[in-house]
C-alpha cells in the first residue's frame, strides 16, 4: 500500500467522522477487505449510545466482522480510522487479526498504537497489525480541534 492508497481510506474515514452524532467526539472509522472493498463504517458513538464501548473502531469492527463471512476474523483487512486508537479499540484490532491499522493524528494523551502505548506491535503477540500513522493527520487533528473549540468538555477524547 502506498501512502496515497491509505490517504484515499483515511478521506473515508475522515467523511465518517464528519457524521458523527452530534454531541461526539468526531472520529470515524472504516474497515476494508484486503481487495479493498469496504465493509463496514462507524463513527464515535459514545454519547449518543450512552456505551463507553461505542468508540468508531469497535462498532466498525463489530460490524465488518458481520459481513465479512469468515466469523469474527478479519484477517487481510485494513482498519482506517482518523485518530490513533485507544488500549481498547488497539486490543481489539489484534483479537480481530486486522491486517493492517492506519489512523490519522496522533493522539499523544491515550494513543495505544505508538504514543503511550504500542499495544499492537508488542513483540509478545503471535499476531501483530502493520501500522501507518500520522496520514493526513492535520486534517484529522483539525476536525478533532474544531469540535473541541465548540465543545469544552474535559477527557472527551477517544
Ligand atoms: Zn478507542
Known sequence: MTLRDDEKLIRVALEVASAAPAGDVPVGAVVFAADGTELARAANSREATGDPTAHAEILALRAAARVHGDGWRLEGATLAVTLEPCTMCA????????????????????????????????????????????????????????????????????
Open 91 to 158: 486490543g481489539a484490532s489484534v483479537l480481530a487479526r486486522v491486517e493492517r491499522i492506519v489512523f490519522g493524528a496522533w493522539e499523544p494523551k491515550t494513543g495505544a498504537v505508538g504514543s503511550l502505548w504500542d499495544v499492537v506491535r508488542d513483540r509478545r503477540l503471535t499476531h501483530r497489525p502493520q501500522v501507518r500513522g500520522g496520514v493526513l493527520a492535520d486534517e484529522c487533528a483539525g476536525v478533532l480541534e474544531e469540535f473541541f473549540r465548540t465543545h469544552r468538555t474535559p477527557d472527551a477524547t477517544s
